[in-house]
């Protein structure tokens, strides 16, 4: 893949090292062009949907030769019953995702930078395999949505709109999942990245269940910042809310205790809801370099 500009979230060179392990799926899937992954359609001539560069090895009467006379670059013609694998990263943009920066302007640190360079990953290697990647910013609304594809613009587009993420107040994913369920007519893949620290969490549940009734594969990659697990030391401290809502001031010492176990049935309720609903689940802390999540996650898939 080709780009006149890269995203400051994209480094080619550490991604070197996963270039040979393609994302897999686990259950039936829509699409059946490689083979590599099951599909749920046969046949027919279908309808053209997107153009995917030329990787050498397909039968040349496929290339489109118009392509090719104006640009010089080989193309193959995609149609409905033969795409790749179609993969939706959907990244959570509420407030509280901006847990963990350095300021207001200044998201470093933050489970939001976390979920940037992961999603910019994965759109490179689902894309180098030559599956297409779609994407959709989840703030209380659907923002930033587009519709899987794999072309190098499409992909420049897509890492254009992650790189410019910000966040707004929002207390639900809810409205926004099943917007995205609505304006999604294709099975495919669901790469939900969040913290799931929501007031509607079953109605985001049933917003995945809507996707697994209609056999898409959900993921949900639970992002979880070290420092939310357990409070700071110290005898005072004023706890900010990141979705306008409110201050607390307490010490954390007569707290911890109580917090710790409420946060951790929270993560462990996300996880039994998520398997439950037939979703594919994994913990992310974000102590660990997105690179290491990434080769686990693409290693345990395709085990």
Known sequence: MSTQAKSRFLDLRALAAV??????????????????????????????????????????????????????????????????????????????????????????????????????????????????????????????????????????RLQETVENIQTRPSREMGPPLRDLFERSSRRGVLLLLSDFLMDDLQDVLAGLRMFRHRNWEVVLLHLVHPDEERLPDGSAYRFEGMEDDGQVMCSPAEIRSAYRKRFAAHVAGVRQFALAGGCDYRHVSTAVPYMQTLGGFLVERSG
């Open 19 to 156: 270039e040979h392990t393609r994302f897999t799926t686990r259950h039936r899937i829509e699409g059946a062009y490689s083979g590599r992954h099951q599909s749920r359609q046969q046949g027919g001539a279908g309808e053209f949907v997107d153009f995917r560069e030329y990787s050498g090895s397909e039968d040349l009467r496929r290339l489109d030769w118009k392509v090719y006379a104006r640009t010089g670059k080989a193309f193959i013609r995609l149609h409905q019953e033969e795409t790749n694998l179609l993969c939706t990263v959907a990244i959570d943009a509420s407030g509280s995702m901006r847990f963990g920066a350095r300021g207001n302007r200044d998201a470093t640190g933050s489970k939001l930078e976390y979920a940037q360079y992961l999603a910019t990953a994965l759109s490179h290697v689902i894309t180098l395999g030559q599956d297409q990647v779609g994407l959709a910013v989840l703030d209380g609304e659907l923002r930033g949505w587009l519709p899987p594809g794999g072309t190098p613009s499409h992909v420049l």
